[in-house]
């Protein structure tokens, strides 16, 4: 992926493996590997999308984009069934499988339906989907889905044999807009009549997605509607999308979080996974501090925090670069010296985190003071404020180790 630079930040990495202690690395590695994984490994999501031809497949992946990527409307019938398209954004990518439903209308049925079928379970075995949406229009609710929800737990009674994993499975009720009343069209469709109508449309979803899949299964209500006109968005009528996301991100592996909270620019979702990324530097900061390991442990810690700022930063759709993050660690008024060379940025935190600048730092003020630099850098990145307010928020993470230090 081009927006990160993996090599320079494998690099970090292999400089904290190769620096730490045997007897602190076996302790170190979990909290190293779960780090890696979201940032290193940083891919795009699979998301498998199962629906009839119409439902609003395409839309949801517009919706998340908030740009036109997938073609709506116009796909014909004849869409190959089990293909994987690559959406870009301007945030970054999206991997989905566009399978076909059953029974849609226009179509023949039998063979051809069996081909489809064949098609989307030869799609899963190359490629494993982090997720599967199943994907019906809110009015739709009351047909007959029976065959549908069939294809859903194939699909996932495939992928789990053959990858020894089972995605989540989530259920998208789509085009809520024309939901009855329809002339309540516009978000946020708090009449009465439609809330009732949506959620009783939820709650039969639920309950037949629980009967054919065996399993309790989240629902999601949303409308997914924009309209562009000469490369101008005049109607919009998103809908729950951002819930719908939040959701997604949570079940997704490690390694496809950071993209998907990018490429959705969903901010509950980005502090979410920020969250995530910060209690694991902040544990294995701590780590690494409970051991000493003499003139090492600061450029170790350095390193991980420039690793986590660096995931923060790409989160928010900045580029992932170790500079980046020097340079932020810097404007925060931490002393990182010339060259931006690890040992220097190591050398200025070391004065700064510890008065007096000794190279041993406790545990607990390790962590603190990474917690301090995490939530300085969602303030800056995620919630676009400015650098003295995140220079506070690392100020009190500072406060707070220093009163741990107090006897
Ligand atoms: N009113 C409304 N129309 C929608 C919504 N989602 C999709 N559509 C329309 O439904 C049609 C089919 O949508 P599309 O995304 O192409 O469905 P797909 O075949 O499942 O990919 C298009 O004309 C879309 O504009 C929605 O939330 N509200
Ligand atoms: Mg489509």
Same mark, same amino acid.
């Given at each position: 992926?081009?927006?990160?630079?993996?090599?320079?930040?494998?690099?970090?990495?292999?400089?904290?493996?190769?620096?730490? /202690?045997?007897?602190?690395?076996?302790?170190?590695?979990?909290?190293?590997?779960?780090?890696?994984?979201?940032?290193?490994?940083?891919?795009? !999501?699979?998301?498998?999308?199962?629906?009839?031809?119409?439902?609003?497949?395409?839309?949801?992946?517009?919706?998340?984009?908030?740009?036109?990527?997938? *073609?709506?409307?116009?796909?014909?019938?004849?869409?190959? +069934? %089990?293909?994987?398209?690559?959406?870009?954004?301007?945030?970054?990518?999206?991997?989905?499988?566009?399978?076909?439903?059953?029974?849609?209308?226009?179509?023949?049925?039998?063979?051809?339906?069996?081909?489809?079928?064949?098609?989307?379970?030869?799609?899963?075995?190359?490629?494993? #989907?982090?997720?599967?949406?199943?994907?019906?229009?809110?009015?739709?609710?009351?047909?007959?889905?029976? *065959?549908? &929800?069939?294809?859903?737990?194939?699909?996932?009674?495939?992928?789990?044999?053959?990858?020894?994993?089972?995605?989540?499975?989530?259920?998208?009720?789509?085009?809520?807009?024309?939901?009855?009343?329809?002339?309540?069209?516009?978000? #946020?469709?708090?009449?009465?009549?439609?809330? @009732?109508?949506?959620?009783? +449309?939820?709650?039969?979803?639920?309950?037949?997605?629980?009967?054919?899949?065996?399993?309790?299964?989240?629902?999601?209500?949303?409308? !997914?509607?924009?309209?562009?006109?000469?490369?101008?968005?005049?109607?919009?009528?998103?809908?729950?999308?951002?819930?719908?996301? +939040?959701?997604?991100?949570?079940? &997704? /592996?490690?390694?496809?979080?950071?993209?998907?909270?990018?490429? @959705?620019?969903?901010?509950?979702?980005?502090?979410?996974?920020?969250?995530?990324?910060?209690?694991?530097? @902040?544990?294995?900061?701590?780590?690494?501090? @409970?051991?000493?390991?003499?003139?090492?442990?600061?450029?170790?810690?350095?390193?991980?925090?420039?690793?986590?700022?660096?995931?923060?930063?790409?989160?928010?759709?900045?580029?992932?670069?170790?500079?980046?993050?020097?340079?932020?660690?810097?404007?925060?008024?931490?002393?990182?010296? +010339? %060259?931006?060379?690890?040992?220097?940025?190591?050398?200025?935190?070391?004065?700064? &985190?510890? #008065?007096?600048?000794?190279?041993?730092?406790?545990?607990?003020?390790?962590?603190?003071?990474?917690?301090?630099?995490?939530?300085?850098?969602?303030?800056?990145?995620?919630?676009?404020?400015?650098?003295?307010?995140?220079?506070?928020?690392?100020?009190?993470?500072? *406060?707070?180790?220093?009163?741990?230090?107090? /006897?």
């Amino acid at each position: 992926m081009k927006e990160i630079d993996r090599t320079r930040l494998k690099e970090v990495v292999q400089f904290i493996r190769s620096h730490v /202690p045997q007897v602190v690395l076996s302790r170190l590695e979990p909290e190293l590997a779960v780090i890696e994984s979201y940032i290193i490994n940083a891919r795009p !999501a699979r998301i498998a999308l199962v629906g009839r031809r119409g439902s609003g497949k395409s839309s949801l992946v517009n919706a998340i984009f908030g740009e036109p990527r997938a *073609e709506t409307g116009a796909v014909l019938a004849t869409t190959p +069934a %089990g293909t994987w398209y690559q959406y870009e954004g301007s945030g970054g990518a999206l991997e989905v499988l566009d399978t076909r439903g059953l029974g849609e209308g226009g179509r023949p049925e039998g063979a051809e339906d069996e081909e489809a079928v064949a098609a989307n379970l030869k799609a899963v075995r190359d490629r494993c #989907p982090d997720a599967i949406l199943f994907v019906i229009k809110a009015a739709d609710v009351d047909v007959w889905i029976h *065959e549908d &929800l069939a294809q859903v737990a194939a699909l996932r009674d495939a992928i789990a044999r053959r990858h020894r994993t089972r995605p989540p499975v989530i259920g998208v009720l789509t085009q809520v807009d024309l939901l009855s009343p329809a002339d309540v069209a516009t978000p #946020p469709y708090d009449d009465p009549e439609k809330q @009732a109508n949506i959620a009783l +449309a939820k709650e039969k979803l639920a309950e037949r997605m629980a009967l054919s899949l065996e399993q309790p299964v989240r629902v999601f209500a949303t409308s !997914a509607y924009m309209r562009y006109r000469d490369g101008e968005l005049v109607v919009d009528r998103r809908w729950n999308i951002d819930e719908l996301v +939040a959701y997604l991100v949570e079940t &997704l /592996p490690n390694e496809a979080q950071l993209t998907m909270g990018r490429v @959705a620019g969903v901010r509950s979702a980005q502090m979410k996974i920020a969250g995530a990324l910060i209690q694991s530097t @902040a544990s294995a900061a701590a780590a690494v501090a @409970a051991t000493p390991i003499p003139l090492a442990d600061m450029p170790i810690l350095t390193a991980m925090q420039v690793l986590m700022v660096t995931g923060i930063a790409y989160l928010a759709g900045r580029r992932l670069s170790r500079e980046g993050a020097m340079e932020f660690i810097g404007a925060l008024g931490v002393n990182v010296g +010339a %060259g931006f060379a690890l040992r220097e940025v190591a050398r200025g935190l070391s004065k700064w &985190l510890v #008065p007096g600048g000794g190279s041993l730092v406790s545990a607990g003020v390790a962590y603190w003071g990474t917690y301090g630099l995490g939530q300085a850098a969602v303030a800056y990145y995620i919630e676009n404020q400015p650098i003295a307010a995140a220079r506070k928020l690392l100020e009190q993470g500072r *406060e707070k180790a220093n009163s741990l230090r107090k /006897p």
